[in-house]
């Protein structure tokens, strides 16, 4: 009886530490991450196959379309080593049935990757690292590098492991109907944390104020105060998220029309010399 082929150790590794740097290699919109999956794949093609013809067929099935967060996508690529053992080893594995499965997973997957990774983890580190840089600390920086490397690197193998190890089974647990509540929670985190950094770290005020006599005024911040507390803050956070949501406009579109109210804000108003906004410029 024939030996089973499977990867070795050594070459997963190679084949994940090639997906961990390569993953958006060549990425464009015809193709996102099709170029880095193939580079991840070709290691353990090569030790899997024999001769150049079968190894040639194994790696066309990895030059179709795919894309996915490339974090947690990594479970993807593990899961992708086992079905690419199973077929050298002649099982009725076939590129069709590969490429099924990939394109299955890689949606799912980055929903949840995009919830998980970039609504709730990526603020968290953030929020802390901005804690930490108050005053111009370099402390803040640092812990960000730091920790996100340190943790996208063990957790992306952990995904890649659990891909290969678990097969489908693992996959499942994330992406079938058990996953319904996991998701809400995820939404729910991310909103607070979200919200949370909304209020604590951005900060908005307007200098309007205006004189009626020696002793009587009318300072917009303070009305604002006694209505609301960050009432600013609340109402450009919304603005932000009702431009690019329901409007669909980007992000950089967004940014440009903040500079542009920030501006227009700074301008004293004939009249009552004074400005909606304060920016602290002294010339």
Same mark, same amino acid.
């Given at each position: 009886?024939?030996?089973?082929?499977?990867?070795?150790?050594?070459?997963?590794?190679?084949?994940?530490?090639?997906?961990?740097?390569?993953?958006?290699?060549?990425?464009?919109?015809?193709?996102?991450?099709?170029?880095?999956?193939?580079?991840?794949?070709?290691?353990?093609?090569?030790?899997?196959?024999?001769?150049?013809?079968?190894?040639?067929?194994?790696?066309?099935?990895?030059?179709?379309?795919?894309?996915?967060?490339?974090?947690?996508?990594?479970?993807?690529?593990?899961?992708?080593?086992?079905?690419?053992?199973?077929?050298?080893?002649?099982?009725?594995?076939?590129?069709?049935?590969?490429?099924?499965?990939?394109?299955?997973?890689?949606?799912?997957?980055?929903?949840?990757?995009?919830?998980?990774i970039v609504g709730t983890f990526i603020p968290i580190l953030l929020g802390i690292a901005l804690g930490l840089s108050t005053g111009g600390?370099?402390?803040?920086?640092?812990?960000?590098?730091?920790?996100?490397?340190?943790?996208?690197?063990?957790?992306?193998?952990?995904?890649?492991?659990?891909?290969?190890?678990? +097969? +489908?089974?693992?996959?499942?647990?994330?992406?079938?109907?058990?996953?319904?509540?996991?998701?809400?929670?995820?939404?729910?985190?991310?909103?607070?944390?979200?919200?949370?950094?909304?209020?604590?770290?951005?900060?908005?005020?307007?200098?309007?104020?205006?004189?009626?006599?020696?002793?009587?005024?009318?300072?917009?911040?303070?009305?604002?105060?006694?209505?609301?507390?960050?009432?600013?803050?609340?109402?450009?956070?919304?603005?932000?998220?009702?431009?690019?949501?329901?409007?669909?406009?980007?992000?950089?579109?967004?940014?440009?029309?903040?500079?542009?109210?920030?501006?227009?804000?700074?301008?004293?108003?004939? +009249?009552?010399?004074?400005?909606?906004?304060?920016?602290?410029?002294?010339?």
């Amino acid at each position: 009886m024939a030996e089973l082929k499977k990867a070795s150790e050594a070459t997963r590794k190679a084949s994940f530490l090639r997906w961990i740097y390569g993953n958006l290699t060549c990425f464009s919109q015809e193709h996102m991450q099709t170029f880095g999956y193939l580079w991840a794949m070709l290691p353990v093609v090569d030790e899997l196959y024999d001769s150049d013809e079968e190894k040639v067929e194994a790696l066309r099935t990895y030059t179709t379309f795919f894309n996915t967060e490339p974090q947690i996508g990594s479970m993807v690529v593990g899961l992708t080593v086992g079905l690419e053992e199973a077929r050298a080893n002649g099982e009725p594995m076939d590129a069709e049935t590969i490429n099924g499965i990939r394109a299955g997973l890689m949606g799912p997957l980055a929903g949840l990757g995009d919830s998980i990774i970039v609504g709730t983890f990526i603020p968290i580190l953030l929020g802390i690292a901005l804690g930490l840089s108050t005053g111009g600390n370099p402390l803040g920086p640092i812990f960000y590098i730091v920790a996100w490397n340190v943790l996208m690197y063990f957790g992306m193998k952990f995904a890649y492991d659990q891909g290969y190890s678990l +097969g +489908g089974s693992a996959v499942e647990a994330l992406v079938g109907p058990q996953s319904a509540a996991l998701r809400s929670s995820i939404v729910m985190v991310g909103t607070m944390v979200i919200g949370a950094v909304a209020a604590t770290w951005i900060n908005i005020s307007t200098s309007f104020a205006v004189e009626f006599g020696a002793d009587s005024s009318f300072a917009l911040q303070n009305t604002l105060d006694g209505i609301m507390p960050k009432a600013l803050n609340f109402f450009f956070v919304w603005l932000c998220w009702w431009l690019m949501t329901k409007k669909k406009i980007s992000p950089t579109i967004v940014m440009l029309i903040l500079v542009i109210v920030a501006l227009v804000g700074c301008i004293t108003i004939p +009249g009552i010399n004074t400005s909606i906004f304060n920016p602290g410029l002294s010339y």
